[in-house]
């Protein structure tokens, strides 16, 4: 999206205040979703090998980080993109019993990235993965998850109001529910990222529904995933495809749609066989990651990421994701930002 410059912009804290507020949202939120979530932290790669299969594909198309390693024959690694594969493997690792789970902090670099207000070539987000049981592979369980998130980011909004009584709550009680298809049918005028604009304007925070699949009602995905994580074409209770979504806020500086997180019910091994026929890539099977789960060997799951900065600049009412973290921008991004009064970090 091009680089949005709110008319009549103004910080609602110093760059020094800013600081210390992106840690109290970072200590508050954290505690608050392990503790609903059964959630204990670990340690975090930053970086995989290639040829594994264990980082994330994204949309397909975006060029991984690598680098040859001196001590292992120059076999290449590669700065991971999220840790959506990995962090299932560990639940299965660590033998971690239905209903509890893991989170870490995930730091990556995407270097295909077009940078504006809501993305940097630096990602920092907090990476979840839950073990469940197999009958809870539905939408209700998906939907209760996303509620308990919601609630903690609800709460983490409050304690920043009441640190910092200028910045008032903008979030509504509820997250509505919509399917994608549903939104498309709704707005057949609009594209994806018009139509999410135009949902959260009308509900103030939605959970999109079934992202990667192909919509009836266009004939495309809404979005891009990878076919080996989320489960996004088996059929819900609502007779949609997908198991999965995206947690998308109102933003009222920008007045656009604001992705926080992307989440789902991750693949069984029935859908991850479907899911790379569809998409072309049954080589895939052969991998590491891909053959364990095959083979039943990963626990199932449900899991996601939420970005840490884009929290704190949701929460603290900022125009750029700039003023929360310490990024790179094009000089002419840096000048155009600092005209509007928007200081970048």
């Not at 990222?193 to 529904?209: K, P």
Request: charged share 25%; net charge negative; glycine share 8%.
């Amino acid at each position: 999206m091009p680089l949005i410059l709110p008319k009549r912009y103004k910080r609602k804290l110093l760059p020094e205040t800013t600081e210390v507020a992106i840690k109290m949202i970072k200590d508050e939120f954290q505690r608050r979703l392990a503790e609903a979530l059964g959630l204990r932290r670990v340690t975090a790669p930053l970086f995989v090998l290639s040829g594994t299969g264990l980082n994330d594909d994204l949309n397909g198309v975006e060029r991984p980080v690598s680098f040859p390693v001196k001590a292992l024959n120059d076999h290449r690694a590669e700065v991971v993109h999220s840790l959506a594969k990995w962090k299932r493997m560990k639940l299965g690792a660590y033998d971690i019993a239905p209903g509890y789970g893991l989170y870490t902090d995930m730091n990556a670099i995407r270097a295909d990235e077009e940078l504006d207000n809501l993305h940097s070539l630096y990602v920092d987000q907090w990476d979840w993965e839950q073990t469940i049981r197999p009958e809870e592979r539905n939408l209700d369980y998906l939907k209760a998850t996303v509620e308990k998130i919601y609630a903690a980011v609800r709460a983490t909004e409050q304690m920043i109001f009441r640190q910092f009584p200028h910045i008032t709550p903008r979030l509504p009680e509820k997250i509505t529910f919509i399917h994608a298809d549903d939104l498309a049918r709704r707005y057949p005028e609009l594209n994806a990222t018009q139509r999410e604009s135009a949902a959260a304007r009308e509900y103030g925070a939605i959970f999109l529904i079934g992202i990667g699949g192909v919509l009836p009602s266009t004939g495309e995905p809404h979005d891009g995933r990878a076919p080996d994580y989320d489960d996004w074409s088996t059929p819900n209770s609502e007779g949609h495809l997908g198991l999965n979504g995206d947690i998308i806020l109102y933003d009222h500086i920008l007045d656009r749609s604001f992705e926080l997180s992307s989440m789902g019910i991750r693949v069984s091994p029935e859908a991850l066989e479907r899911q790379l026929k569809i998409r072309g890539c049954e080589e895939r099977a052969k991998l590491d990651f891909h053959r364990s789960l095959l083979a039943g060997e990963l626990p199932p799951s449900i899991g996601g990421g939420i970005g840490q900065s884009r929290l704190c600049m949701f929460l603290l009412q900022k125009a750029h994701i700039g003023e929360v973290q310490a990024s790179i921008w094009p000089q002419e991004q840096i000048e155009a930002c600092a005209a509007a009064g928007i200081d970048l970090l």
